[in-house]
T-cell receptor, first 114, second 114 residues
Framework: GAGVSQTPSNKVTEKGKYVELRCDPISGHTALYWYRQSLGQGPEFLIYFQGTGAADDSGLPNDRFFAVRPEGSVSTLKIQRTERGDSAVYLC????????????FGPGTRLTVL | SQKIEQNSEALNIQEGKTATLTCNYTNYSPAYLQWYRQDPGRGPVFLLLIRENEKEKRKERLKVTFDTTLKQSLFHITASQPADSATYLCALGPTGGNTGKLIFGQGTTLQVKP
């Protein structure tokens, strides 16, 4: 079956612009996570959805970052007024509600803010 | 706040030897700990999970130990192969419950030479 997919794979934008990053989780997975990874670092948690609601958004760095999951499947991470420091790989992961909490990661979206 | 550390230097070993990677953490009591493998340009891939009441877990050539007193996990790859070359990430699960965000270490890069 299909794994987690993320689009676009690469996004280059200018400082101050708005971007949307999309995540398609594995079908039937109710938990969805967003992480951000900078070069040479491990993934850093941003937000976690259980179904349609954000169960934990403590990792969002500021109010320029927002994420939605309106139907409990696809999720969109939205970044307003992008800054050069937002440049990173944004990873999405999904997990079934029961089990080991193994998280299945997508390939990531590489965001570059010029 | 919680802190998680992995060997920041790359680990270079000869094919056939056992690779041992270390993960140390402070100010935290995770319900479980996970290890992931990450190849360049790809998302992390789950390898093993060990719970706080388990001392050791094995899967094929992989072995993980978890010492909650020392706050340390060791990850071993026996009979290492060049295909094992990758970055290995340690991740702490939430304090309570099964689902929730993971806190990742920065990763250790393993290079297995033929």
């Amino acid at each position: 079956g299909a794994g987690v997919s993320q689009t676009p794979s690469n996004k280059v934008t200018e400082k101050g612009k708005y971007v949307e990053l999309r995540c398609d989780p594995i079908s039937g997975h109710t938990a969805l996570y967003w992480y951000r990874q900078s070069l040479g670092q491990g993934p850093e948690f941003l937000i976690y959805f259980q179904g349609t609601g954000a169960a934990d958004d403590s990792g969002l760095p500021n109010d320029r970052f927002f994420a939605v999951r309106p139907e409990g499947s696809v999720s969109t991470l939205k970044i307003q007024r992008t800054e050069r420091g937002d440049s990173a790989v944004y990873l999405c992961a999904s997990s079934p509600v029961t089990g080991s909490n193994e998280q299945f990661f997508g390939p990531g979206t590489r965001l570059t803010v010029l | 706040s919680q802190k998680i550390e992995q060997n920041s230097e790359a680990l270079n070993i000869q094919e056939g030897k056992t690779a041992t990677l270390t993960c140390n953490y402070t100010n935290y009591s995770p319900a479980y700990l996970q290890w992931y493998r990450q190849d360049p340009g790809r998302g992390p891939v789950f390898l093993l999970l060990i719970r706080e009441n388990e001392k050791e877990k094995r899967k094929e050539r992989l072995k993980v130990t978890f010492d909650t007193t020392l706050k340390q996990s060791l990850f071993h790859i026996t009979a290492s192969q060049p295909a094992d070359s990758a970055t290995y990430l340690c991740a702490l699960g939430p304090t309570g419950g099964n689902t929730g965000k993971l806190i990742f270490g920065q990763g250790t890069t393993l290079q297995v030479k033929p």
